[in-house]
């Protein structure tokens, strides 16, 4: 709106003018846009000012209280003891195993998604293009409870998988899997192995969206030119379009790995009772009532998280979302 | 010169994008034979038979009306909070340029890029400390929180694509600001904010993480499915809800596509 605002005499309306204080209003905002702007931000920063940063703070702020060991109250001083507490061989193991699964959906969704995304952005045209969003849009907003007890569904033993799995006569293959050490246990629906299928299913969607859009921006003469110079599909491959899908991945990265630093519901459902930062923190606020102890697990994912996107920023990735 | 028909793609990535999109659908298929089985105790495969009996256990039973209840309550009132909220912001940020503007982004991204549960135990860890008990306004707190994003995502697209200069026509030819809103900017957003609606109702009718946190003892739908994956009561008629709720919120994803589909590809991108 670059006029000049001084002469804002209207002429005859065409819609029949409002006086008082509408028009007076009206008049006002029109001479003083910045107080029009306030007044439009002020309820959403105020409310997630207030409601969101203000709850954040308080939890940053009880994680340097500590809990009274005796009597389970909680010492409302300003102490570092909790984050001792944090730094004890059982946590550090939860923390461990948390991002260990992390990187592992990630990479797990990086591989499956890269060809749904490249075949979307390069080879599918006008219906089967909307196909594919739809595709992918519809896993990605359908039920997330629903979805893990799909794969309750799928995983029991008594489930598709074995039936299936005992049709093609390989039931010695999934024995033989379960009976291994770390990943393995009694059924695949108590297995860390079980955990991580759910994770990759669950924000598998995650991944491909950005990968997709990433790949969109690669014009399609750009792979045949490295063909043309003779290049074998492989060396296309890593040389043109991975360095180019990239910032996609990293994009998509961002979500498979926060989402799974926080959940605590999947392991929990489908998943040994080995803990995950999200449960640990779930139990310590719950059962445990050390809300202190909690909120000094939720700063883990926080600062792991900042230095993921600190790098992700760097790597160009939200140019990708 | 430019090739850019449309080749065909080779045989090993059309078999790798269509096994993954089979591992995406089919366990959501699966849940719709589930709600059929005649099998009470366990998750038999194959169904041993099939029956409609379990819609009709499930229709009369009263907690499953009160959860549903709860939900669509709560869907609508933080719906209705995201859509004044997302915006208002959206009207701020991209009709004018001023100082921590892409602080105000950050600001209504956040609730969604952090996880669901520190969203969750912060919330209640301030209700705690101020001392407010848990009721059916703390949920829709929480819930509207990150559902302002969504509104917000659509209606930035839809201002970007919309001219200013149409604005200035209206101002120019007299109507006054409200006017302006009433008969030139909100008939050009309608759609948008529609879309972002209806996926902000879909975002808070499933949310089930920061309502463990915010919902004290009452029972909202995903809760309710929670407590039955935890501690199955009656499995079959978890089944029926199951497949209820995946064809209840597949209706709005899909309005909302048809209403965003020519241009904005934004509709549900970064849920």
């Known amino acids: 709106m670059t006029l000049t605002a001084t002469q804002a005499k209207p002429a005859p309306a065409l819609l029949p003018r409002a006086g008082g204080l509408r028009g007076a209003l009206s008049d006002l905002f029109w001479r003083k846009p910045k107080l029009l702007l306030l007044l439009m931000l002020l309820p959403p920063v105020l409310w997630l000012g207030i409601v969101y940063i203000g709850s954040l703070f308080a939890l940053l702020l009880q994680s340097f209280f500590s809990i009274d060991e005796f009597s389970g109250l909680i ?101 033989g899997w379960l009976s291994l050490p770390i990943v393995g246990g009694n059924s695949l629906s108590v297995s860390p192995t079980g955990t991580f299928i759910v994770f990759v299913y669950v924000w598998l969607p995650f991944m491909i969206l950005p990968v997709q859009a990433a790949l969109e921006r690669v014009p399609g003469n750009l792979v045949e030119a490295s063909s043309d110079l003779g290049a074998s599909p492989g060396q296309t491959f890593r040389n043109v379009l991975f360095p180019l899908a990239l910032p996609g991945i990293v994009a998509g990265s961002i979500f498979t790995f926060s989402l799974t630093l926080g959940d605590y519901i999947i392991p929990q459902i489908i998943g040994t009772s080995r803990l995950f930062i999200g449960q640990a923190v779930y139990s310590q606020q719950g059962t445990a009532g050390n809300i202190p102890l909690a909120a000094a697990f939720t700063v883990v994912p926080i600062v792991i998280m900042g230095f993921y996107l600190w790098g992700a920023k760097r790597m160009g990735a939200f140019d990708a979302l | 010169m430019r090739s850019d028909g449309s080749p065909s793609a080779p045989l090993g990535l059309k078999i790798a994008a269509a096994c993954g999109l089979l591992f995406l659908h089919l366990p959501i298929l699966l849940i719709f034979i589930y709600a059929f089985t005649t099998e009470e105790k366990s998750f038999v495969w194959p169904p041993p038979g099939l029956t409609t009996q379990w819609f009709a256990v499930t229709w009369n039973r009263p907690d499953v009306w009160q959860a549903l209840s709860l939900s669509v309550r709560v869907a609508a009132i933080s719906t209705l909070v995201a859509l004044v909220l997302g915006t208002l912001c959206a009207a701020a940020v991209s009709r004018t340029q001023f100082f921590g503007r892409e602080t105000i982004s950050l600001l209504v991204i956040l609730p969604i890029a952090l996880p669901g549960i520190i969203t969750g135990i912060a919330l209640r860890s301030a209700f705690s400390l101020a001392e407010i008990p848990f009721s059916f306004w703390t949920i829709v707190l929480g819930h509207a929180t990150f559902c302002v994003v969504v509104v917000y995502n659509n209606a930035v697209a839809r201002f970007r694509r919309t001219s200013g200069s149409m604005i200035e026509a209206s101002m120019d030819l007299g109507a006054d600001g409200f006017q302006t809103f009433r008969y030139v900017v909100l008939p050009n957003i309608a759609t948008a904010l529609l879309a972002g609606g209806m996926l902000a109702f879909a975002l808070s009718f499933d949310e089930v993480i920061v309502t463990t946190f915010t919902a004290g003892q009452q029972q909202t739908l995903p809760i309710w499915m929670l407590e039955e994956l935890i501690r199955p009561r009656q499995r079959p008629v978890t089944n029926v809800v199951a497949m209820v709720v995946v064809l209840v919120t597949l209706l709005p994803i899909l309005l909302a596509y048809y209403l965003t589909r020519d241009g904005d590809q934004i509709a549900g991108s970064g849920k």
């Open chain 1, 75 to 175: 010492n409302r001083q300003f102490t570092l003891k909790t984050y001792g507490d944090l730094l004890q061989a059982a946590n550090l193991d939860i923390i461990l195993r948390t991002v260990t699964m992390a990187a592992l959906v990630t990479l797990a969704s990086a591989i499956i998604a890269f060809p749904i995304a490249y075949y979307a952005a390069r080879y599918a045209r006008g219906r089967w293009k909307a196909l594919f969003y739809l595709g992918i849009m519809l896993p990605l907003w359908s039920s997330y409870l629903v979805k893990i007890y799909a794969w309750k569904l799928i995983l029991a033993k008594e489930g598709i998988l074995t039936w299936l799995l005992a049709k093609l006569h390989l039931l010695w293959l999934l024995d």
